[in-house]
């Protein structure tokens, strides 16, 4: 029965299986390697960011997953702007959390010595699962 009940909210909710199936991982060294978009349908995506300049331009970039868990580490002093949206599950962007169907929160936080300015953008989706924004530590 629990089968059949994921089979049915997986089925009529808007859930994306683009991207294909497993875990990924990414850890870009400078700006210049941020993708635009990562992706992934069914598992989760893990973007370490904690050791990319970011000063010297803006970033944007996109992550998504079908059914699964987001998670994006970013700088200790970035300044960032985060949109996370859950359409069945957590959003957790640096602490302040929306749960539920629809979870939804936006975030604009300026890292400790950051000058103010926008370093990143992120763009953060998944239909069922969690996104979740974490600073590193060092």
Known sequence: ?????AL????????SFKGGVGDRRYD??????????YRVGVGNVR????NVDLSKQLVR????????????????????????RAGIGEVNLLGQVANGTS???????????GDGTIDLTL?????IGQVEVDRATT
């Open 61 to 84: 970039t996109k992550v998504s997953a079908g059914v699964g868990n987001v998670q994006v580490i970013v700088p200790r002093t970035a300044d960032v702007a985060v949109d996370g």
């Open 1 to 5: 029965i629990p089968l059949l009940v």
């Open 123 to 127: 763009d953060l989706d998944v239909s």
């Open 8 to 15: 049915i909210v997986v089925s009529t909710s808007n859930v």
């Open 47 to 50: 973007l370490d960011l904690s």
């Open 28 to 37: 870009p060294s400078t700006a210049a390697e941020i993708q635009p978009e």
């Open 103 to 113: 979870a939804q929160r936006s975030v604009v936080d300026h890292g400790p010595g």
